[in-house]
């Protein structure tokens, strides 16, 4: 008659052990979330973003007269860089794309990375890439996300010459470590002056093997179609020349 007390006794305690540890394993599960879970980062208004960017990248507000700090360079002079936009590269890494322009007219477009923190953005450990963008004044850019394995930006460098206005193209991948130059030179745009159609032809640039090709397909003057191809070195080459007027 004593050991029944007992049995229930055990019963309840093994019960309320069993509920304990449940309890623990949800309370440590919890902790677990809250301490490996990132801070809430607020997000901000383009125009907020864009100022705070480019004060991070360049230490002041624009305009700000810069060079490029690559001493191993060819684009020479200096360039006021009056504005930035601020892409996100994901992993709270995001790239500043300033647009300049030198008092001869020629424009160079500098691209800066930075990192995500609570109230803006910290300058990241990675050196700035400055991109010509020719003698045409204001530089041109656009984003792609089809042609490369990260985000890239096709910088466009316009000059005249020959009674024609040309339009060529840089392709800098926005990788995680760094921004690399993919292409140089890819013949985008002829323009006669006189307005003739024999002499101005356009590509338009079309995604292949995303990492590995892409092609220029002309109209106009040409109908050529050129296929860049990544070598081994990490750089997309032409597989031919398209038969056109040049500057």
């Known amino acids: 008659m004593r050991r029944f007390p007992l049995v229930l006794m055990m019963g309840a305690l093994l019960a309320t052990t069993a ?18 879970t990132e801070p809430v980062v607020e997000p901000l208004a383009p125009e907020e973003a864009n100022a705070l960017a480019f004060r991070t990248a360049w230490d002041e ?7 490029d700090p690559d001493p191993d360079s060819d684009l020479e002079g200096s360039f006021a860089f009056r504005q930035g936009t601020v892409r996100d ?16 007219g020629a424009g160079a477009v500098a691209i800066h990375y930075l990192v995500r923190t609570e109230d803006g953005f910290r300058d990241s450990d990675v050196d700035p890439l400055f991109v010509s963008a020719g003698t045409g004044g204001e530089p041109q850019w656009t984003l792609r996300t ?8 096709v910088v466009e460098a316009r ?3 020959e009674g024609r206005t040309c339009a060529t193209g840089t392709l800098v991948e926005l990788t995680p470590s760094h921004p690399v130059l993919r292409a140089l030179d890819m013949r985008l745009k002829v323009e006669d002056s006189q307005g003739g159609a024999d002499g101005s032809a ?12 892409f092609t220029l397909t002309y109209t106009g003057a040409s109908e050529a179609e050129v296929d860049y191809v990544l070598t081994d070195m990490g750089f997309y080459r032409a597989m031919s020349e398209p038969s056109l007027p040049w500057c």
């Not at 624009?62 to 060079?67: C, D, F, L």
């Not at 356009?202 to 090709?213: K, N, P």
């Open 202 to 213: 356009e590509a338009q640039l079309s995604r292949g093997t995303v990492g590995r090709d």
């Open 159 to 161: 000059s005249t010459g």
């Open 89 to 104: 590269l994901g992993a709270g890494l995001f790239a500043l794309v300033s647009s300049g322009v030198g008092d001869d």
């Open 61 to 67: 507000a624009p305009p700000v007269t810069a060079s």
């Open 146 to 153: 089809d042609l490369t394995p990260q985000p890239a930006l």
């Open 19 to 36: 509920c304990q540890q449940q309890a623990s394993s949800e309370a440590i599960a919890a902790g677990e979330t809250a301490e490996t």
